[in-house]
């Protein structure tokens, strides 16, 4: 059986590779948890939400991810807890 490999990072949208956090929701996307925020990967490319973009968010520094099973997504922040 062959494997193949596909390194995914800056080049897709990424803004740090520094990553502190990754957890898949319900719909099958990958969240990345960075010191730049966090990341939507959909297996191609990364759709960044930080505080610069995103009215509310609490902080950039992302501690922890948690997917809930109503399909919520929580964040450990520098700033505290924070659901999407």
């Not at 990364?46 to 399909?71: I, K």
């Amino acid at each position: 059986m062959a494997y193949g490999f596909k390194a995914y990072g800056l080049d897709q949208g990424l803004t740090s590779t520094s990553i502190t956090a990754l957890v898949q929701d319900l719909d099958g996307f990958l969240w990345v948890g960075t010191e730049e925020g966090i990341a939507r990967f959909d297996g191609t490319t990364f759709v960044v939400f930080d505080r610069r973009n995103t009215p509310g968010f609490p902080h950039n520094l992302v501690y922890a991810l948690l997917g809930s099973r109503d399909g919520s997504l929580w964040l450990g922040t520098a700033a505290g807890l924070a659901r999407c």
